[in-house]
């Protein structure tokens, strides 16, 4: 039940964060003729349609899937080096979530380069030989490749591991206090029955 909740929240999680991150990687991108959110969203709208802001949603679901699995197993696994029994150890907590971050997002990084290529259309790319938008993953990963080589697949990796460490530490550090608290109030009402 549990990852059944994990997929409908992520579908739906994901279904509402696309176009706002089609509108934010296209306004930071380099020379964005955007200089507001309204701009660019009614931009994109009149000259892509609405299937512009959707365009990457499979690829961001695609990234997603093993990003999550990489992070929750990694963090697991350096919880029963760092801390095997279990026990509310925050020094642990951080330490394991910022590497499973880091871990998770640089080997996810190829599947967000797509994601990115897709929101923005990158006219580098649109302009090395390919005709109309990048549609789809599979579009979008040859399209690295034409244009950077295998090497282009890590571009921003050390950005998105930077912007990882902290995020995931943090909501690890936070969601393993708020456990220890709850069950700690749990067990006092116990045994206060």
Same mark, same amino acid.
């Given at each position: 039940?549990?990852?059944?909740?994990? &997929?409908?929240?992520?579908? !739906?999680?994901?279904?509402?964060?696309?176009?706002?991150?089609? /509108?934010?990687q296209?306004?930071?991108?380099? $020379?964005?003729?955007?200089?507001?959110?309204?701009? &660019?969203?009614?931009? /994109?709208?009149? $000259?892509?349609?609405?299937?512009?802001?959707?365009?990457?949603? @499979?690829?961001?679901?695609?990234? $997603?899937?093993? *990003?999550?699995? #990489?992070? *929750?197993?990694?963090?697991?696994? !350096?919880?029963?080096?760092?801390?095997?029994?279990?026990?509310?150890?925050?020094?642990?907590?951080?330490?394991?979530?910022? &590497?499973?971050?880091? /871990?998770?997002?640089?080997?996810?990084?190829? !599947?967000?380069?797509?994601? @990115?290529?897709?929101?923005?259309?990158?006219?580098?790319?649109?302009?090395?030989? #390919? @005709?109309?938008?990048?549609?789809?993953m599979?579009?979008?990963?040859?399209? /690295?490749?034409?244009v950077?080589?295998?090497?282009?697949? *890590?571009?921003?990796?050390q950005?998105?591991?930077?912007?990882? #460490?902290?995020?995931t530490?943090?909501?690890?550090?936070?969601?393993?206090?708020?456990?220890?608290? #709850?069950?700690?109030?749990?067990?006092?009402?116990?045994?206060?029955?």
């Open positions: 039940m549990k990852s059944a909740a994990g &997929c409908v929240a992520t579908l !739906l999680h994901d279904a509402a964060m696309n176009p706002a991150e089609v /509108v934010k296209r306004m930071q991108m380099y $020379n964005s003729p955007y200089h507001r959110v309204t701009d &660019c969203v009614r931009a /994109v709208w009149q $000259n892509e349609g609405a299937g512009a802001f959707y365009r990457s949603y @499979t690829t961001q679901l695609t990234m $997603n899937v093993p *990003f999550q699995a #990489i992070h *929750f197993m990694t963090y697991e696994f !350096l919880q029963e080096h760092f801390n095997p029994q279990r026990r509310y150890n925050p020094s642990s907590h951080v330490l394991s979530g910022a &590497c499973a971050g880091a /871990v998770a997002a640089a080997a996810t990084t190829p !599947l967000d380069v797509c994601k @990115t290529l897709l929101n923005t259309q990158e006219s580098l790319a649109l302009n090395s030989n #390919i @005709t109309g938008h990048i549609t789809g599979a579009s979008a990963f040859r399209t /690295v490749y034409q950077g080589g295998v090497t282009a697949y *890590f571009r921003g990796v950005a998105r591991v930077i912007y990882q #460490i902290p995020s530490a943090i909501a690890w550090s936070v969601y393993e206090f708020f456990k220890y608290l #709850i069950t700690k109030r749990q067990e006092e009402w116990r045994a206060a029955k």
